[in-house]
């Protein structure tokens, strides 16, 4: 492995020790006699290729445009503010590959790639934070940059890119071919042109766990192998035909158990899945719906039933159905537990109910799912 020095007088263990993803560094003239890896029009030319991700960014007059690649044609280099980035370049040129790979004092696992940026007299993307931490390193030509790190996130509406709504830098720094700018992520930041200039990004990478986890579980689901199915020879009659009965939830603790989870997830679950309607069911709304103090009024004096499609079961205070779960308790709790079992409330059956159960199935009303006795 080729690991130069591309951090100046910084040692990697000094850089790591004191600046990754702590605070931002400038260090002038990183890369001893550095030398760009790639031309101007070698970079043109990367921008019109189909299988190279890139982006053409104008702020000409006070309006910014953003177009995505391949790019057929660039404004000339002789107008001022526009600038053009070429992500991924280290996946395309032999040069820019070996830039990329003297950064490896850094986990090859949150190493992404190197980005190129091209940008005529003022030109640049405007203010912004980026997820992850980068080293800017000026290739040609200058760039000023100034950094802050606030609080303040919000963003200006009705622009195309992300920019910061309140910019408010604290340090700015003129950078020359050679020199470099770390920055962690979330810091705010903004480099403008200062003449045609050239920035190479090395890009850093670093998964959410929210990311991570739906992957998890998706890798998980690839792996499940659970013999056998469900089992009741020893059934009993049953009152409560709507109930997830506790040798139902026994069984499927101790299998889905196996996967992980939750005691109440495995139950949540249960309910959920096995009220889903089938695949080929579909429920018409209702057309003209009665105000919800009409419907309230219809379904003390009718009471109702649920329509024929709908499946509803429940377990102690979770009720399901058609796929859906929700919490009930006191009174709630027994009337949604008697629509369920005897799938219809009588007249009056629902007047000791709360508010929030009347919405509820009103709710269901208008979806279709419950009907007037
Ligand atoms: C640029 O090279 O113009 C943009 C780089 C960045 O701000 O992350
Ligand atoms: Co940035």
């Known amino acids: ?31 001893p006699g550095f030398k760009p890896v790639l031309s101007r029009d070698a970079l043109f030319a990367l921008t019109a290729r189909e299988e190279v991700e890139s982006r053409l960014i104008t702020h000409f007059g006070s309006q910014w445009k953003l177009s995505h690649g391949p790019l057929a044609s660039l404004p000339p280099t002789n107008r001022k503010g526009w600038t053009v980035l070429v992500q ?19 986990p090859d696992a949150r190493l992404d790639d190197l980005m190129i940026s091209y940008a005529t007299d003022t030109g640049g993307v405007g203010a912004h934070l980026d997820s992850y931490d980068v080293f800017l390193l000026q290739a040609e030509g200058c760039r000023r940059w100034r950094i802050g790190r606030q609080r303040d996130h919000s963003l200006i509406d009705g622009v195309p890119l992300k920019l910061l709504r309140n910019f408010a830098p604290t340090t700015e720094y003129l950078l020359e071919p050679g020199d470099m700018l770390y920055l962690p992520p979330q810091w705010a930041h903004e480099g403008v042109a200062e003449g045609e200039c050239m920035t190479y990004s090395i890009g850093f ?9 739906e ?16 089992q009741d020879s020893q059934l009993t009659p049953n009152a409560h035909p709507a109930r997830l009965g506790n040798d139902m939830l026994k069984q499927a603790r101790q299998q889905l158990g196996k996967l992980g989870g939750r005691a109440q997830d495995v139950v949540i679950f249960l309910g959920e899945h096995l009220s889903e309607p089938k695949p080929s069911v579909w429920f018409t709304p209702v057309e003209r719906p009665l105000s919800l103090a009409r419907f309230s009024a219809a379904v003390a004096s009718k009471g109702l039933r649920l329509s024929r499609q709908s499946r509803m079961l429940y377990r102690d205070k979770y009720i399901f159905i058609n796929g859906e779960s929700l919490q009930a308790g006191g009174a709630d709790r027994l009337i949604l537990q008697g629509l369920a079992d005897n799938r219809a409330l009588v007249a009056g059956s629902a007047n ?13 009303y208008q979806q279709g799912w419950i009907r007037f006795l």
């Open 1 to 31: 492995m080729k690991v130069n020095n591309v951090l100046g007088d910084l040692t990697p263990r000094e850089f790591l020790r004191d600046y990754w993803q702590k605070k931002p560094v400038l260090i002038r003239q990183a890369i």
């Open 352 to 364: 000791a109910g709360s508010d929030d159960l009347v919405e509820t199935l009103y709710d269901w």
């Open 215 to 230: 992957s998890y579980l998706g890798f998980l689901a690839e792996q499940v192998d659970l013999r056998g199915r469900y």
């Open 205 to 213: 990478r670093a998964p959410t766990w929210q990311e991570l986890g």
């Open 88 to 106: 991924g370049v280290n996946l395309h040129d032999d040069g820019a590959d070996d830039l990329l790979s003297q950064f490896r004092f850094i």
